[in-house]
């Protein structure tokens, strides 16, 4: 059987970091409930309470946050499929060309409207990647689906977005969520084939909206296979720590050992930590958004990242104009 590693950015590592558990008050309170079922039947939200969230996210909480790729894991147990097994908790998805070396992966300077996002799920802390993208409300981030719903399951509480964050600082601050949003594939079976959601953020402090303040990266949808990708994200897992932000540059192919899920992956060794990181098209940063980082197989230096079709179109569309 194919041996995946949960990544949270895909199928990858858990990292060392304690499980918090959510001991006091001030997470945001979720009543989840399907969109318009007839107006956009491929997704689903949630509104969220975004009061108390970045204070919720002390320095403490955040050093601590489990990566968010045991959660990919688990929902491809609820699944039930069978062809991807994950790796064990407690053993490190290192590849036999790197070693567990970032050899692939590049040390990269922070970028504005990249950065790493923290939520909680199950009455533990978890962080991934994320992205701020263009859109008519000008607050969205996109990330994956497991970092916004556990696949069938809960959404997630006190979600924030830290752009640019580096070494613990924040120097646009914690931004957080008012809603999230996931295909309706996602949130009812797990399909990594949908693996992607967004995150709708409320105003800063000052009433200022999220792309104004740190730009945004356009979205393509449908577009052809087997282009070159630059993907990025905040590995936490060794040899990684979490702290700086890495990129991955390389051709897409076909996933060969779960071709149902649809995905493409690019030569990358990025850690767990890196889930719901953005992939730009072409080389760099200033690249149109076309997929995240979603999952990994323990032995390979392979990121894979769902195809971003009309599904996951509708639910940008859905998100953005919120």
């Keep these: ?9 895909g199928l990858l590592t858990l990292s060392a970091a304690a499980v918090l558990a959510l001991a006091s008050a001030g997470g945001a309170s979720a009543a989840p409930a399907p969109s318009d079922g007839k107006a956009n039947p491929s997704v689903a939200s949630v509104t969220v309470d975004a009061g108390g969230s970045a204070d919720y996210w002390t320095p403490e909480r955040m050093r601590s946050a489990v990566t968010g790729d045991t959660l990919a894991g688990k929902a491809l147990e609820r699944g039930n499929r069978s062809s991807a097994l994950l ?6 998805a290192t590849t036999k060309g790197t070693k567990g070396k970032p050899t692939i992966a590049k040390s990269e300077d922070p970028v504005s409207h990249t950065g790493k996002v923290f939520f909680t799920l199950g009455g533990a802390n978890y962080v991934c990647s994320g992205n701020a993208v263009t859109s008519a409300n000008r607050s969205t981030v996109a990330t994956a689906g497991h970092c916004v719903n556990e696949g069938p399951g809960a959404y997630a509480t006190n979600f924030i977005f830290v752009p640019e964050y580096e070494n613990g600082n924040a120097p646009y601050g914690k931004w957080a969520a008012k809603a999230l949003y996931a295909p309706t594939q ?3 079976n797990g399909d990594m084939t949908y693996d992607t959601g967004f995150a709708v953020v409320a105003p800063d402090s000052n009433g200022d909206l999220l792309t104004d303040v740190v730009g945004g990266s356009g979205t393509a949808f449908n577009q052809a296979r087997g282009l070159t990708y630059t993907s990025y994200g905040y590995p936490a897992a060794a040899p990684f720590n979490g702290e700086t932000l890495w990129s991955c540059t390389g051709k897409a192919t076909a996933d060969p050992n779960n071709p149902q899920f649809a995905t493409q992956g690019i030569p990358c060794d990025m850690t767990g930590g890196s889930s719901g990181g953005p992939w730009f098209i072409g080389v760099g940063s200033d690249g149109v958004q076309n997929s995240i980082n979603s999952y990994g197989y323990n032995g390979s230096p392979v990121m894979y ?7 996951i179109q509708d639910t940008f569309k859905r998100a953005a104009k919120s």
């Design 1 to 9: 059987m194919t041996r995946t590693r949960s990544l949270a950015s």
């Design 87 to 92: 790796v064990e908790k407690g053993k490190p």
């Design 186 to 188: 996602w949130v009812n």
């Design 305 to 311: 990242g769902p195809y971003w079709g009309s599904v």
